[in-house]
């Protein structure tokens, strides 16, 4: 299966369920055959040949007791299986919706190149090298509107394909929204590599107080109307869902916040 239908699902996954160890629980318990042996390191490959997902063993492990906790696997003498809960969970990994969107997009990409006087033959692979060489500066793009792709191994379908990219922000939400999950699917499944650090984190911290400052209580509130607006609802989220911590504001802060 190929990235960008696997980036896209990470992302849809991610906004169904809000967490980022959650939102992989369907990729590992797709790979659990009852059938066959399935120790943690026979479920690794079988993610990154099935997803071209690469899942480090300590974040894998992660997402495993994420699993057991919740009742979607067993596990005897470091054999994971399948409960009916998590077969049934099982059923969240096929998203038809998903590869139509996909397809749809490169379609329309391949048409507008095509238009340039380019014929690719391997659409795909061109457009998921854009994605992968240029990451950082697409998200900006995604926060703050300006896209600058610096790639020093540029395509000479670079240009192109940027260009297409600033034409369906404008014309055509869905495509964009198609690429805004991509994105976004790459980023968070670079972060897999840090899930056990993340809940570590969580563990290790007592009951904490955060006092936001003005612009995070704007983002908050949605009166930023910029991409930071989305990272920072995700973050509170996150916060909130670790019972760690409580939020609070200073009097100067709400004095601020009336002023504006």
């Known amino acids: ?69 919740s009742g979607y696997t067993s596990v005897d003498h470091k054999q994971y299986s399948l409960t009916d809960k998590g077969k049934e969970l099982n059923k969240r990994i096929e998203h038809k919706e998903t590869r139509r969107e996909i397809n749809g997009f490169l379609d329309e990409l391949k048409k507008h190149l095509t238009r340039a006087g380019f014929k690719s033959q391997q659409i795909e692979k061109v457009f998921q090298q854009y994605v992968f060489s240029n990451l950082r500066s697409l998200f900006c793009f995604l926060d703050s509107e300006i896209l600058n792709v610096q790639d020093e191994h540029e395509s000479k379908l670079n240009p192109y394909i940027t260009e297409f990219i600033i034409s369906i922000e404008k014309t055509n939400p869905s495509l964009f929204r198609v690429f805004q999950n991509i994105v976004f699917g790459k980023i968070i499944s670079l972060a897999i590599s840090g899930l056990q650090e993340i809940e570590e984190l969580q563990q290790n911290f007592s009951k904490t107080t955060l006092f936001l400052d003005t612009n995070v209580v704007f983002d908050i509130l949605g009166l930023q109307g910029n991409e930071a607006q989305k990272v920072t609802a995700e973050f509170v989220k996150l916060a ?14 709400v004095d601020e916040i009336i002023r504006v």
């Open 1 to 69: 299966m190929d990235g960008l239908y696997t980036y896209t699902l990470v992302s849809t996954l991610y906004d169904e369920s809000g967490d980022y160890i959650d939102c992989f629980l369907p990729f590992v318990i797709s790979v659990i055959d009852n059938k066959v042996s399935n120790a943690s390191g026979e479920l690794q490959g079988r993610i990154k040949e099935r997803y071209s997902l690469e899942i480090p063993e300590h974040s894998l492990k992660t997402i495993l007791t994420r699993g057991k906790r």
């Open 240 to 253: 909130q869902n670790s019972k760690k911590f409580s939020f609070k504001v200073f009097d100067f802060t």
